[in-house]
């Protein structure tokens, strides 16, 4: 472990003579989230034996780039299983399916994200390219296996708070924006129920804040990491990390915390899978899987539409137009994208290195 330190300090020193100036923004998915544990593994590659590997393994096994028959078989050897799994990863993820742990596979690897698999039994579509309905497009959507949809007579649904927890008033707009976003484009509507244990139980969408492991199976991992998850038509099942630093009002300047995370960006996502749809590789999509913290995106893509036009049709009210996500991406510094240029990525390896070795 102590040569990959010493391999990040030599390329620091490399660029030491170029102007560095870090984003305003210091993302602390990079320095502090539950996966900068995978920041040591930088220039690992097959054959070697490497102390956190096996934690790796975990990670693509959880999101489906790994097979669960392979749960016994948890081990620190860059086999060939871990070197297809990178190279899937890569491949939808559009980065260069080299099978190596570069920088820009672990800056992907080490972002928040939706706790939901990419890959469910064995079958991928995320970066398929199925063909457009638009003639000079590629779609990168991709659906549940089985196509899961709300049924015809189900297409205006509730939604509930868990009871347990008080909602502000603006925590809640912030649901019903998201929602509508979505209702805007299909025949469908989203109302709340007022609070009570009877509504939450009897409503076609349950929301809930939760902190750790909660009762599915899909445990919660603090700050940063896995963000939310919401399950296919028609459980309407919808976690929300309670742990998180959400910022409800789209404004990061507001708040101090370098682990903010916009919640209407999130739950957007999220209502994405309530509906059935899977994740995209498209970034500028909402059903991209990661998002970075500081980072605002709430507007649906060309992708997204198509996607869940697909499923339940068009609003009737809905004029055709794509929306654009142009300057919906929003970060402390103004507007800048929350993202690193290689450089700066290795700086913050070395003082995640640090932090661990020291």
Known sequence: ??????????????FSSQALQLPNFFPNSTAAGPWAC???????????????????????QHFGYINSSFADNITDEFDEILHSAIKTYQLNFNLDSTGKLD??????????????????????????????????????YSLFPGSPRWPINRRNLTYA???NKQIPETTKMVFARAFQRWATIIPMTFNEQQPSTTSFLT?????????????????FDGVLGTLAHAFSP???????????????????????????????SVAIHEIGHLLGLGHSSVEDSIMY??????????????????GIQYLYGSNPSYNGSIQTTTGQRETSNGGVHDSLTQVQFLLVVVMALLIIFT
């Open 234 to 264: 028609p459980s309407g099942l919808f976690h929300i990390d309670a742990d998180e630093d959400w910022v409800v009002d789209g404004d990061f300047s507001s708040s101090s915390s370098l682990s903010a995370v916009d919640l209407e």
């Open 203 to 219: 409503a076609d969408i349950r929301i809930t804040f939760a902190s750790g492991e909660h009762g599915d199976g899909e445990p």
């Open 289 to 306: 899987p990661s998002i970075s913290s500081g980072t605002r995106k709430v507007m649906l893509a060309g992708d997204d539409i198509e």
């Open 103 to 140: 920088i820009p596979t672990l800056k992907h690897l080490i972002t928040p994200r939706c706790g939901i698999a990419d890959i469910i039994n064995d079958t991928s579509t995320m970066n398929s390219g199925k063909k457009s309905l638009n003639i000079h497009s590629v779609s990168h």
């Open 38 to 60: 995978f920041l040591p593994l930088l220039g690992c590659h097959s054959g070697q034996k490497v102390e956190g590997l096996g934690k790796l393994k975990k990670y693509f």
């Open 1 to 14: 472990m102590k040569t990959h330190l010493f391999a990040a300090l030599v390329l620091i020193s490399i």
């Open 161 to 163: 708070f868990h009871p």
